[in-house]
């Protein structure tokens, strides 16, 4: 975790307007702000712009209309549903870690190691033999081992056993910054979210409170 001690907002959107075609804008209008202890879920049924929202806050896509200003001192940790592809299945766990960051003490590769469940002899398993939930959790380990201080998650429970869900949910709960996470999981956006940005009946928009608070003052008007 990098430290973040500036009082502005790690990200702010305004106004912005995406589609890949004229005749289909997946988001409009939509305006909001990332501050630095946020932990905001976007939600919403497939196929209506949540993973495209990240990739506008990563700068891998640009806006029609509008515009998403990082602060200066944002650093972004992104999951994405591909990452886990560019882990080297000839190396072990302990040295995917380690891989880039040769600063790292291993100390604390074993600490992220554990904390990702791959405590004692584990962490020396080659990433060949790894299962899909487990080669997200080492991913999640890498990025946070990173000096972060955002984490962009896209459905990072996806293919996880409880057991790794578990694990994912201590660590977004323990990581000090902030957190915009796309997820489907009910269980997470129940114990993390403190906003939303809701992808539903036609519209996005961005929800100040947390999934019981939207489900009892305004609720899914498309079916879930």
Known sequence: YLPYINKDPLVTAEG????????????????????????????????KGKSTL????????ESLEGEVKIHNKTEIGYFGQMNIDRLDPALSICEEMQQHN?????????????????????????IAVLSGGERSRVML???LLKPVNLLLLDEPTNHLDMESCDALMHAIQNFEGAV????????????????????DDGKVFLFEGNYEDFLKKIGWKDEQ
């Open 16 to 47: 912005i307007k995406f589609g890949y075609h004229a005749d289909d804008i997946l988001i409009k209008k939509l305006s909001f702000k990332v501050n630095k202890e946020d932990k905001i879920c976007i939600i919403g049924k497939n196929g």
């Open 102 to 126: 040769s600063s790292i003490s291993i100390m604390n590769i074993r600490r992220t190691c554990s904390n990702m469940m791959f405590s004692g002899d584990l962490a020396h398993k080659k």
């Open 141 to 143: 380990g890498k990025i």
């Open 180 to 199: 915009v996470m796309v997820t489907h999981d009910e269980y997470f956006l129940k114990q993390i979210a403190n906003k939303l940005i809701v992808f």
């Open 54 to 61: 990240l990739k506008l806050i990563t700068a891998d896509l």
